[in-house]
């Protein structure tokens, strides 16, 4: 039999820190949504014991949307779009020793901050008609920080939570620029996961599933509908140290975009994306580190950009609370 010990703690360290903390910088005003795609993987549902954690995700997207297509960006229509975004997003949690329903209750934040280049073609009217200009922009800043709290259960091999983070709208934010990290609205997520982890074959099946709700943009007058997000994942621990398998996430609007500044109407979108990842666990003498790499390709994408996401995470502990005796 293998030790259920150290892969079961270790992949729990990941988990809780993926889960339900992290921002998205990238259908919805900008073709992005506050919730960052594909945060979610193996032992998603997974919770550490009462103790403090940090969690370094780097995340990396490149996308693009093509054809005549138009998004509407920092109050603007824009088209032809093509982005690159590098987001660095420290979090802190903190799983209490509260056990509400029997279950241990977590709180988390994140401040993400990073780099965003877009470029794009805008229409003009003149004398002679429309007339169409490159236009690009970039900056490196602070986004909105995102705080969330959640309960998560046990019972044997299988796992389950459920919790809302919500984006704090005060990171920097530009009006009319077309790379910005922060979204300058409130917005919650609920969501809940579920995931079934059998130490011995090292089996991880999990699932998460969300919807995000979204208060008005006053900079712009626009409010993003209503937003579902599902998330897989399928790997399997070759030894302690090891893992691999497969991850893919949907996401598709519920509800059309509003307000005045909802100039292409109720605008939903759509996106799915399969990918890959791998879990590397080590310890550097006593302290336990787990690091991951996740890589998505999305597909049948509508009203937002088609790319790739790459999610290069490192977790450890920063305390454990001992149990009590």
């Known amino acids: ?143 909105d920080p995102i705080v969330s709290g959640l309960v998560g259960w046990h019972s044997g091999d299988f796992h389950w939570q459920t919790g809302v983070l919500v984006n704090v709208p005060i990171g920097d934010y530009q009006k009319g620029a077309l790379a910005n990290i922060a979204f300058n609205h409130w917005g919650s997520d609920v969501f809940a996961a579920g995931t079934w982890f059998n130490p011995e074959t090292g089996i991880d099946i999990s699932g998460t599933v969300g919807i995000a709700f979204n208060v008005e943009n006053p900079a712009t007058d626009y409010r993003t509908g209503n937003e579902f997000h599902f998330e897989w994942a399928v790997s399997k621990h070759f030894t302690e140290q090891f893992s691999a398998g497969i991850v893919g996430y949907h996401y598709s609007q519920l509800t059309g975009d509003s307000g005045s500044g909802a100039k292409l109407g109720d605008f939903k979108g759509r996106v799915t994306a399969l990918g890959a990842q791998i879990g590397y666990n080590f310890k550097v003498g006593e302290q336990a580190f787990a690091t991951s790499l996740k890589v998505f390709q999305e597909f049948d994408a509508k009203n937002r950009a088609e790319g790739t996401a790459v999610f290069a995470t490192v977790s450890v502990p920063i305390s454990i609370t001992p149990p009590a005796p």
């Open 1 to 143: 039999m293998r030790n259920r010990k150290i892969p079961g703690l270790v992949a729990a360290l990941a988990s809780l820190l993926a889960a339900g903390s992290v921002s998205s910088v990238y259908a919805a005003e900008g073709g992005a949504g506050f919730y960052l795609l594909g945060s979610k993987g193996p032992a998603a549902a997974i919770l550490p014991p009462p103790g403090v954690f940090f969690q370094n995700d780097v995340y990396y997207y490149q996308g693009d949307l093509g054809g005549d297509r138009q998004l509407p960006l920092g109050g603007k229509l824009v088209g032809a779009v093509d982005a690159s975004v590098v987001v660095e997003l420290p979090t802190f949690i903190w799983v209490t020793p509260w056990d509400p329903a029997g279950g241990n209750f977590a709180l988390t934040t994140t401040l993400p901050i990073g780099w965003k280049d877009v470029a794009a073609k805008e229409d003009l009217a003149s004398p002679l008609g429309p007339v169409s200009r490159s236009v690009s922009d970039d900056v490196f800043t602070v986004g």
